[in-house]
């Protein structure tokens, strides 16, 4: 029997290929996701930030008669309740819950009610 390398060369690209198409499928998915239309779009958008980043920003234990701005989240619509914990950002001071920003941020590195960026770095940048 004699065996046809070329066969078996055909075979590998054909799978290298099949490779390739579900990669790209699963990152059009992601795009499709968060709303985004191409995958050059979403890199675009993707300037979240880092947990390290994040875990920097201050958060509160919301009580009544503390002075924050906010009373309620802009995210979720929900009123701020009495031991739940509120991130407040540092250059707007608006605030919202820590688990509805966190999911934000990781996406965008704005704040959510006035767009204002979040890190210096990214205000110098735009400047
Ligand atoms: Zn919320
Ligand atoms: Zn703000």
Redesign the pocket.
């Known amino acids: 029997m004699i065996i046809d390398f070329r066969y078996i060369e055909a075979i590998k690209q054909a799978v290298t290929a099949v490779r390739i198409i579900n990669r790209m499928r699963i990152s059009t998915a992601i795009c499709r996701r968060f709303g985004f239309e191409t995958a050059e779009e979403a890199a675009a958008a993707s300037t979240g930030l880092k947990k390290e980043t994040l875990s920097r920003i201050p958060v509160v234990v919301y009580k009544s008669g503390l002075h924050i701005p906010a009373t309620d989240c802009p995210i979720c619509i929900g009123e701020f309740k009495e031991g739940e914990n509120v991130r407040i950002?540092p250059?707007?001071?608006?605030g919202f819950h820590v688990k509805c920003i966190d999911k934000w941020l990781v996406l965008q590195s704005s704040?959510?009610?006035?767009?204002?960026p979040l890190s210096e770095h990214s205000a110098n940048s735009n400047a």
Do not use: D, K, S
């Open positions: 950002l250059r707007c001071n608006h704040c959510p009610t006035c767009r204002r």
